[in-house]
């Protein structure tokens, strides 16, 4: 297998997680040690603000083997994205990575579903990538919008399976199918994967890479569920390699019965 | 995680595997190993009539590590299948596993589904228990027929989760789930598995162990897929032993905004 | 079409319905006038015990119109059921339907999920079939007990799409497709269905007739809920008879562009 | 049942249709009324251009009865999409149609796929609601999409179900869920509806209408599937109105056994 490249960064682990809902910040880490990321997932605004549960969580992971990826979390327009992704990166330097210019944008206006908005997002992402970010949006899975996506320079383009922190798993594989075949750009999915087979099957689909943290930090057992969602991630990329066998409408005999015995 | 007890029996594996619909004996060997497998199930027939892709099959193993599980594949009726699961006795005696007692009852009178007979699985599993058989029955998906056989001491039940060599995936998980909620012998979710996702959900679902071939044997690289397999099923376990996130019907936010930045 | 014939009795309409669980006799009585159905199903043992909402019930339908169909609910071995399937024939023949010899067979030991023993199943199939019984057994949508009970001289089989009662839909398709292709005699798909839309799948896949109680008796209104399903196994069959489109990979435009419009 | 108002103008049906690959005018003509439709879709350009098929197509409907409902299918960008819905206007008009400002937006630069582009049409949709058009946009089913539309004005949205012409059934219902309770204005469910069950589920979640056209037209027979998909469409608003039964996890029998008769 060739290695996840997103922006001419190069990664061995395709499961990216996040720092939030965790009970603590040891099940956190253990947890994203547990998951084999390389790559997690911050909300500026919330460590910015140091929101509850958000304490010196920007602190508590070792950057030196981590990549961040700063998100824009709680913004409700292009604009609040925008400012957002600025200090996103400023908080990736002050944290050592001088060259980080990730950001995963979210313009998300909506408080129920916590849908994100087409308009805005491409409108933030085109003005991010002007300003030299490598700009991961996370969209709804619109095969459409994730060519404005693609065309405007971004570094990939992150479909929702289903609602972030739901865990109903892939509601949206007919779109995603499609989005992946047209891609030029890795395809990340991200919210609503809630169980290791939905990981998997995400992968099986083709999917480059995957963003997982509810069904991570809300298990009963969460650094267990991360190493199973790291299995399930490897286990799905293997078998899109590997090429699954066809899906027959009968049964097929292990082989055929060239004499009894009796 | 306590082990798979089959027949006052341990195994660490919880995925079986099979010999059958392999381009080759090598790339069988591959496979058993790559899938971690502790227990191979072979169809006493088709060894003991040596048919194309069965010759020294038998012995292409290496049963100090490899638990055998005779099936009786092929045979249609209780008698036939009685008849063969003795010859399977035998064939495992010859082969070293003196005390293994163990025989996967198949009773298929059809050839186009090959789904088995629930009237003479029952009666030959009936006979077999009597003779002193580890008794691993192969059935549609019904929990009043797993009941019974349960009640007339079989070592597992094995439902179908489609039919077999068809790698339609789990095509019966209502019934399966009922299955597991009452069985107090392990489920082995058996037949039908396509991809690993399908495997990770059996387990997830709560299934004590899986036997997949044709979705290993028939993938174009075997030994990959078996891995992946081999990864799946485990994923899948640890996650049903870690507690799955609950299902939200709406979106919940990494965590609540307490402030903002501008 | 040809109209649906089972036991050589002739039947306009496909639906079937049952006298349970309604809030009044009236809304019973409403609701099998709007679902159109011929064919009614009655709990013998609760019409003979006047179980509470049972009293009279059996009077309150009109018999020169309705065909009784009396079940052996709440028989939970092969001998209570054919006991109470010869009290069924008494009844039908008391209300008038002299030559009605129809029973429907049900064996349920469990009480939690009602699912059909299909040995009780079969073995009292057998016998009320030499007593002259035309025998609609309800069971697991499993086709190899479907062929068994086939071939004893059931008059239809009837799979179930879901555990009764509870509106799951169709949750065994794979396996009532199979029983449907294989089937000589008529498939009624009984118990499960929970909307429309279930009910136009199951006749789309070919069924022959359906059975619906609970989703009608448990609809906030029951009688449109009757009318809506009467509609929808209308429309399922003429769809099943008109051909559906194939299901294609990609979009197909209404028509091929040969020129613009400026 | 209240009638469906779109843009002030009040229709008994909630089945709309068109007219694009029927094998001929006849089968079109007996399909649109056997459909019971009031609302038939119109494809602008094909009729302008007279191409193949669609020769003296807009004159074959009895548009005193059928109200027209001109897209703009075709066309790859916003400007092209306006110019078309202009002529829309003026054939309309010309047909007799004097107050007829209805038009179906199609903005699609796919022609794999066939999928809408959300930016194109938000643009288009916009500036035809400014000339006075009554807008009924095709949109890939995006909630936030949804709600931009209204917020500009438009008439209903038209959430697709699945690709075009690809019978593929309902393959978003997560994302039309969402749109159905959030929209003000109707909801009609458009493209991908297969067979008369979706029809059914569609209305059941709550869709105002539907339009369905490759469904009927490529049927084996047209008119009786158009009739099949009347009475879906009718069955599934019904059961929406009448409040289905709960979906329950266990079996629930007909009625609590009270007495035993023996």
Redesign the interface.
Known sequence: DSPLVIAGKTFKSRLMT????YRSIEEMQQSVIASGCEIVTV????V??N????EGLAQALDWDKIWMLPNT??CKTAEEAI??AR?GREMAKLLGQEDNNFIKLEVI??A????????GT?QAAEQLVKEGFAVLPYI?A????A??LEDVGCATVMPLA???????GL?????IQ?IIENSKIPVVVD?GI?????A??AM?MGADALLI???IA?????S??A???N??A???R??Y??????????????????????
């Open positions: 996040g720092t939030g809902k909300a500026v605004r919330r910015q603000t929101a509850p549960g958000h979390a709680g400012r957002v200090l206006p909506d129920k579903y916590l849908l994100p908005d087409p308009i491409l709804n619109d095969p459409m919008l060519k404005h289903a609602p972030i922190g739901s865990g109903q509601k949206t594989t007919a779109n499609i919210a809630g169980a290791p087979s939905q998997a099957e099986e943290n509810s069904a809300l298990a009963v057992n969460s267990a569920m190493y199973a969602m299995l399930a490897i286990a799905g293997m078998a390699l590997a090429g699954r066998m066809p899906i027959k409408d009968y049964a097929i005999a292990s082989s055929p019965l060239t004499g009894t015995v009796n």
